[in-house]
T-cell receptor, first 114, second 110 residues
Framework: KAGVTQTPRYLIKTRGQQVTLSCSPI?????VSWYQQTPGQGLQFLFEYFSETQRNKGNFPGRFSGRQFSNSRSEMNVSTLELGDSALYLCASSSTGGENTEAFFGQGTRLTVV | SQKIEQNSEALNIQEGKTATLTCNYTNYSPAYLQWYRQDPGRGPVFLLLIRENEKEKRKERLKVTFDTTLKQSLFHITASQPADSATYLCALDNTGKLIFGQGTTLQVKP
C-alpha cells in the first residue's frame, strides 16, 4: 500500500506570491489533515477535510485554505505569502478522522518564502 | 488556556537504559492520547494510542501510561538503542482535531 504522498517536496516562493501544495492520501482514507511545523511553534493544526468537506479548522488566517477532491486527494493554498509562512507543511491521512484513529503522515513540503 | 507540554530539553541517555518522556496537558479532556516519532526532515510516524479507560499500553520495547487525574502520559522505551534517537511527540484529540505537543528529542549514546 502506497503511503501519503506530498508534492512538491521543496518550494521557494517570494513574498506576496501564492502557493498550492498537494497531498495524496493512502488509498481508502477519507480524512486528510494539514499541519504547519516550525521550530518555534511545533506542529500546528491547519484544517481537516473529510469526504470533500472541511470538518475542522485551526487558528490560521483566511490566507490559508484547502480543498478535497472526490478521490480524497487534497490541496492546500496559501495566498499573499509572508516570510513567516516558511515552514514544513505536513499532510496526514486517516481512515475516518480524529476519533480514535492513527494518522499517517507524508514527508512534507518544505516551503521557503524569501 | 489549553496546553500540551513536553520537556523541551533534549533527553540524553546511555544505550541499554530506559528512556522516560513526559506529556502533560491542561484544560483538555481527551478520550485518547497518541505518541509519534519524528526523524529530521520526515513526517511523524505513529507509535501507540492509549484510551482514557486504559492505564497502560505496551508494544515491544515501548510502554505508555495515561493518568487522566494527573493529566499526564508517560512514554517509556526500555533497552534503548542509538536507533531510538529521534523526537517524540504526544498528541491528543480535541473535538476531532489532533493537537500535538512540541516534542522531546531523545539522544541515545552508544
Amino acid at each position: 500500500k502506497a503511503g501519503v504522498t506530498q508534492t512538491p517536496r521543496y518550494l521557494i516562493k517570494t513574498r506576496g506570491q501564492q502557493v498550492t501544495l498537494s497531498c495524496s492520501p493512502i488509498s481508502g482514507h477519507r480524512s486528510v489533515s494539514w499541519y504547519q511545523q516550525t521550530p518555534g511553534q511545533g506542529l500546528q493544526f491547519l484544517f481537516e477535510y473529510f469526504s470533500e468537506t472541511q470538518r475542522n479548522k485551526g487558528n490560521f488566517p483566511g490566507r490559508f485554505s484547502g480543498r478535497q477532491f472526490s478521490n480524497s486527494r487534497s490541496e492546500m493554498n496559501v495566498s499573499t505569502l509572508e516570510l513567516g509562512d516558511s515552514a514544513l507543511y505536513l499532510c496526514a491521512s486517516s481512515s475516518t478522522g480524529g476519533e480514535n484513529t492513527e494518522a499517517f503522515f507524508g514527508q512534507g513540503t518544505r516551503l521557503t518564502v524569501v | 488556556s489549553q496546553k500540551i507540554e513536553q520537556n523541551s530539553e533534549a533527553l540524553n541517555i546511555q544505550e541499554g537504559k530506559t528512556a522516560t518522556l513526559t506529556c502533560n496537558y491542561t484544560n483538555y479532556s481527551p478520550a485518547y492520547l497518541q505518541w509519534y516519532r519524528q526523524d529530521p526532515g520526515r513526517g511523524p510516524v505513529f507509535l501507540l494510542l492509549i484510551r482514557e479507560n486504559e492505564k497502560e499500553k505496551r508494544k515491544e520495547r515501548l510502554k505508555v501510561t495515561f493518568d487522566t487525574t494527573l493529566k499526564q502520559s508517560l512514554f517509556h522505551i526500555t533497552a534503548s538503542q542509538p536507533a531510538d534517537s529521534a523526537t517524540y511527540l504526544c498528541a491528543l484529540d480535541n473535538t476531532g482535531k489532533l493537537i500535538f505537543g512540541q516534542g522531546t528529542t531523545l539522544q541515545v549514546k552508544p
